[in-house]
């Protein structure tokens, strides 16, 4: 197993596929972009199958989410989606996405046995997507939002980012369009994780201003809080339910306490905690022929070094150099 040595257990693997994007939000990214990871330096489709192989068959792995960058840009997807679910005992398999390319790719991805999606939607307005993420890709979001919940994956969920002034008057819409669709929509606080360091105390909206938004207009009540377990967001019912709302506080609310993933980049380093500032290296000895058990010793150790918390209130926090979207959110 993966336990640290405040005995957590990670089982929530999550896998940078790569850390491009054809988004640039300003809360991840810079408009120019990065430098992005060069090819040979990414891990191949079947050496990402056998790393999650030996986190699911020797480590205890029991969920598996691709995210990035931006999954959908890495063609070998659906194969490693297939590859991933007939692991023995099967993972839940799914996917953080920012929408794009969802609409022609989500039935591909339920037959080779995705289980669930993220879709991250910061805006309803075009203009404000556009400022946001400097691209005009709204309408294809959308539209791979209603692809995924035409092809049956349950439930769609939506992440939201709030940023002061520009977005920030948009959660209650936000609210109502996802309770209107069906999707059940998360907030997420901003963290210290973007490129450019621009994320600032002042400019995070937080959980509690969020809550009291919503509250203004509709009715929350707290759901599943005592046996919240290591779920980050806090879910509320909406007017009585069965629709839900979640927030998740990671800076002002931190679950690090119950916190069970573990990371993995697309260039083959294990990361134990978003914010870690330390990474163990997996693609040097797997290039050079390590087997699983000494791919799998370096993991469990890289695991037990985990930290208590991501300190983000300590005066000493530094931000780890790699951003958001090359560690994979
Ligand atoms: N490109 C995909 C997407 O946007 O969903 C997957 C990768 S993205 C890094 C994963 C999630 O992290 C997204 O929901 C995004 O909104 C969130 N995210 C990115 N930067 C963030 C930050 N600085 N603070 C909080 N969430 C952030
Ligand atoms: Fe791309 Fe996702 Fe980062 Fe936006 S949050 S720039 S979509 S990786």
Known sequence: MLRDSFGRVATDLRVSLTDKCNLRCTYCMPPEGLDWLPNAQLLTADEIVRLVTIGVERLGITEVRYTGGEPLLRRELPDIVARTVVLAPRPQVSLTTNGIGLARLAGVLVEAGLDRVNVSLDTLDRDTFKRLAHRDRFDDVIAGLSAAHEVGLRPVKVNTVLMRDINDHEAVPLLRYCLEQGYELRFIEQMPLDAQHGWSREGMVTA???????????????????????????????????????????????????????????????????????????????????????LAARWIAAVSRKRAGHGIDDPSFLQPSRPMSAIGG
């Open 208 to 294: 509690d201003e969020i809550l009291a938004m919503l509250s203004a207009s509709f009715d929350l009540t707290a759901d599943d809080l005592e046996d919240r377990g290591s779920a980050p967001a806090e879910r509320f019912l909406v007017d009585g339910g069965p629709a839900r709302v979640g927030v998740i506080g990671s800076v002002t609310r931190p679950f690090c306490g119950a916190c069970d993933r573990v990371r993995l980049t697309a260039d083959g380093q294990i990361r134990n905690c978003l914010f870690a500032t330390e990474e163990s290296d997996l693609k040097t000895p797997l290039r050079a022929g390590a087997s699983d058990e000494e």
